[in-house]
């Protein structure tokens, strides 16, 4: 187990069926996030490590250089950005999906409130936190935002229908909101432009499917 995950201090399963056959790659790639909360919750080891790996990519490159120099000292953006993972996998029974980017949108403000902490110890007036500075080519487009705020069970059940491929570029993007670079990476994609492609046409897909089921 990771060493974010014993931190966490979720047990682990020790009896019955853990629910780890066939996970492997699938948690990291079309598997929904909320499946793997789902498990993490009933102590699925490699379904929190799977989450972990999930998020903390995209959490640590939207955190960095937020925390101001001032209020660094012996702690950086890193070190919050666990301490918030942590948090939010405690806490992870509390955790109530309202839309598809929710679980980006909960780690997020736990990092945020870790920097407001922070701030304040140091003896400094909490600055405003900026929610989203992301690089030109990957800020999200119109209908990447236009899905994230679709209800999660809608946007599940259409995503299940989709072929393997097209889930993986969806969630992906989505869900776990990594950058083309991260996703051509991942899936041995020869550039940027091509991992964006890929996934411009599986997130029309989705929508062709969320309008046929109306």
């Known amino acids: 187990m990771s060493e974010l995950a014993l931190l966490a201090g979720i047990p682990q399963e020790t009896t019955g069926n ?44 939207w955190a960095h250089g937020r925390l101001p120099v001032y209020a660094r000292g012996n702690c950086d953006t890193s070190d919050l950005v666990q301490e918030a993972a942590i ?7 509390k955790f109530e999906p309202r839309h598809v980017g929710a679980m980006q949108a909960y780690l997020r403000m736990s990092v945020i409130n870790r920097i407001r902490d922070e701030i304040r110890r140091v003896g400094r ?30 946007y599940r059940a259409a995503v299940d229908k989709l072929r393997a491929r ?40 989705l929508v062709a499917q969320l309008q046929t089921e109306g």
């Open 18 to 61: 853990s629910g780890s056959e066939g996970l492997g790659t699938t948690l990291i790639s079309d598997q929904s996030t909320i499946e793997l909360v789902l498990s993490a919750r009933r102590g699925n080891r490699l379904a929190l490590e799977a989450l972990l790996e999930r998020c903390l990519p995209s959490l640590k490159r």
């Open 87 to 93: 948090h939010v996998l405690r806490r992870l029974d």
């Open 125 to 154: 007036r909490p600055e405003s936190v900026e929610l989203t500075v992301e690089p030109p080519s990957d800020v999200a487009s119109p209908l990447e935002a236009v899905i994230r705020e679709e209800a999660y069970e809608r």
């Open 166 to 205: 097209d889930r993986e570029m969806v969630v992906a993007r989505v869900e776990v909101q990594w950058s083309f670079q991260e996703i051509a990476h991942r899936f041995g994609m020869a550039s940027v432009d091509a991992a964006r492609m890929a996934v411009s046409r599986s997130l029309k897909r």
